[in-house]
Structure formats: C-alpha cells, structure tokens
C-alpha cells in the first residue's frame, strides 16, 4: 500500500507537465514534453528521480529507438533494396519529417527526442523496465497515407517538403507554448480542418496504442514520457479496454489503382495499334509523341533533383517502355541507375543527418537524391503518360 504523505510529497515536487492518472493496479505519471525543449529533458529527469518507477514507457517503437541509440545505423543502409521494394517515399517521408524537427532543434542547441533518450537513459540507471510504447512508424505512415484521396497526398506531400523551410529564428518560449494545452488543442483543431484522415492516424489511433500499452505496463508505478499532444487523448483512453489488432492492421490496397495500372498501358497501346492501322505516318507520329513526351517528361523531373547525365538518359529511354509495362516503374529504372553511377560513400551516409537541416543541404546530398530521383522519375512518367496518351487521340479522332 502506498504511503500517502510520501506520495504526497513526490506530487507536488512534480513538474506541472506530469499528469496523474490512478488505475485499479497501478499510477501512471504521464510527463507531457515537447519533442525538441531544453526544459522537456529536465522534467524527465526529475520526474524519473522523484518517482522512481519500476517501469518507463516512451513514446518509441523500436526501430526508431534503435534510430536514435544507434546512429550509425545509416551507414548499413542497402539503398539498393530500398529502391527495389519500393520504399523510397516511404523513406522519404520519414527523412523529411525527421529534417522538419532537426531544422528547430539545431536552432535551439539540443538533440531531436532528447527527452526520450533522456528516459531511456534514467530508466536504465535505476534498473527500471523500458517499455517502448509506440506503434511503428511505418505502419502510422503506411495507414496515414493509405487512406488518403490522391489529392490529399499531393497537399500532404507539399506541406511536409516546405517544413523545410522553416523561419530563420525559433524562439525556445514558442516550442515551450506548444506544451500549453489549450493551444494545443487550437494546433489539433487546425490540423483536423486540413487533414482530418491524417490526424486520426496520427495522433488519434496513437493514443490509444500508447494507452493500452501503458495498461500493459509491469509494476505498480510507471512513468510515462510521451508528446504533449497525446496526454488529453492518453488520459481520456486509460481506463477503458483497448484491442490493439486494429490499430496495427495495414490498409487495404485500393482497387483503381490496380485496374488504372493495367488499363492505362492497355489503352496506349489500343491508340498506337489505332495509329498503325490508320498508316504509316499516324502511327510513326504517335509513336514519337508517345517516346518524346514521355522520356521528355521524366528526364526533366529527374534533372530537377540534379541526378546523374546517364540517369537523365536512362530514364529518358526507360520511361516510355515501363509506362507501358505495369510491373517495372520508371523510378525503379531511374533509382537503381543513380545508385549504381554514384554510389554513397560512408561519408554520404554519415552526413544524412546533418543534410536534414536544410533544403539546400537534403537536395544535394547523394542519398536523399536517389529517393528523390525515384519520385520524381515515377511523378514525371505520369504526368507525361496523360499528356502523350491525350495528345495522341486528340490526334487520331
């Protein structure tokens, strides 16, 4: 039984970022921090000492864990099974959301998630349990972006490469703000309006992985160290049941990009035959539309992330035949290339995060490029895919 003139005591030398939630069979501290504050990794720390807690969550899944216990990770990076499992948007969605809170915190002086290694930390001096609480990241990614309309997509993607840029001086007080909860609220409210399926993959569902992985938690007394934007949701989840299956269930892939994969090609194919019948000229006309447009359209994308000649030239020859091939992409083709010609080197690996600070820096440093070449290339073979396809039947009806 806890003594409750000592417990008494522990709360109030607590920060006021701690939250305490008292279930049947244990007391949760939640300590809400923000992701890059100074004062966020003092109030870990003191949370953690005046507690002492038999258990520390974080708000980690392991790979991003190892991420940031084992930096040098990023020098064992096959790009080349990247490339081929087609995981480079994935990959680099990740970098830029990891550039977007890099940009702030070297303003700032302080590590990205230096709270969280700061628990992680504390737990392992006092001989507490680590539990690693998060859902993986790349199922949140995988089902934020699964069930988002194309559209979505598109903004998204916009919105997370301009957070690049952010404004040349972050004052440490606005950071600090964000732990406020009804400004946060304010946040979340906006971030509804612009990407309601977003937020409830992203904060919603986490909430409640977080939860139950919290209920889950050995011992009487644990402390908590998650985002402050998942406390309100947390708190609000503990004491009901939570079946985590769901949440871990990837989306079902969508149907018409299947049959547009596959229809398309098909319909291509059904103009140029058009063209051949109709004779000679039409269909030789059609066919260096198709070739010019196409390779044109995905050389210049590819150029655009400052790729390689013999990629812009590989991708020029590729881009007309993989549109016409539904199981090799153009960013496949074009990826691989930029790979093999220029090659990482360790020191290339060892600057990637460095190279998040800016976008200058992400343009030019040769592993970020081969993602990009590897969107771009598949952006670029779209596009050119509907402009040739369309000019071609203006052409022949």
């Not at 946060?184 to 993959?201: G, S």
């Not at 691989?336 to 690996?349: N, S, Y």
Request: aromatic share 6%.
């Amino acid at each position: 039984m806890t003594d409750t003139t000592t417990d008494s005591k522990i709360q109030t030398a607590l920060p006021p970022s701690v939250t305490t939630v008292r279930l049947e069979d244990k007391t949760v501290h939640i300590v809400g921090t923000a992701h890059v504050s100074h004062a966020s990794v003092r109030d870990v720390e003191t949370a953690i000492s005046q507690i002492r807690p038999e258990t520390v969550c974080v708000e980690l899944c392991p790979s991003r864990h190892q991420a940031m216990t084992r930096p040098d990770d990023w020098k064992n990076m096959d790009l080349f099974k990247v490339v081929k499992e087609k995981k480079a948007l994935f990959l680099l969605l990740q970098l830029i959301l990891s550039g977007f809170y890099r940009s702030i915190a070297k303003q700032l002086g302080i590590q990205p998630g230096a709270e969280m290694l700061a628990a992680v930390t504390q737990a392992r001096e006092q001989g507490a349990n680590l539990v690693l609480a998060d859902r993986d990241v790349n199922i949140t990614l995988k089902r934020v972006w699964g069930y988002l309309p194309w559209w979505q997509k598109l903004k998204m993607l916009f919105h997370l490469v301009g957070t690049l840029i952010v404004p040349d001086k972050v004052d440490e007080s606005s950071i600090e703000e964000l732990k406020d909860k009804d400004q946060l609220e304010v946040v979340m409210d906006q971030v509804a309006r612009a990407y309601p399926q977003v937020k409830k993959r992203l904060i919603d569902e986490r909430d409640l992985y977080l939860a139950h992985a919290i209920q889950n938690a050995p011992g009487r007394v644990v402390v908590a160290v998650v985002g402050a934007g998942h406390v309100p949701g947390i708190v609000k989840a503990l004491p009901s049941q939570i079946d985590p299956a769901p949440l871990q269930e990837l989306p079902p892939p969508a149907k018409w990009p299947r049959v547009l994969k596959w229809l398309i090609p098909a319909i291509i194919l059904g103009l140029l035959v058009y063209g051949f019948i109709q004779g000679p000229e039409q269909s030789i006309q059609s066919v260096s539309i198709w070739v010019l447009v196409n390779g044109i359209f995905s050389a210049l994308a590819v150029a655009l992330a400052l790729a390689h000649p013999i990629t812009i030239v590989s991708t020029f020859v590729a881009a007309p035949l993989t549109s016409l091939n539904p199981t090799v992409a153009a960013g496949w083709v074009a990826g691989l290339v930029q790979a093999w010609v220029k090659k990482p080197t360790v020191a290339d690996l060892e600057g990637l995060p460095g190279a998040l600070g800016s976008v200058r820096s992400f343009w030019l440093n040769p592993v970020c490029r081969i993602l990009l070449v590897v969107v771009l290339a598949n952006l670029g073979s779209s596009l050119g895919t509907f402009v040739a396809g369309g000019w071609i039947a203006s052409r022949l009806f």
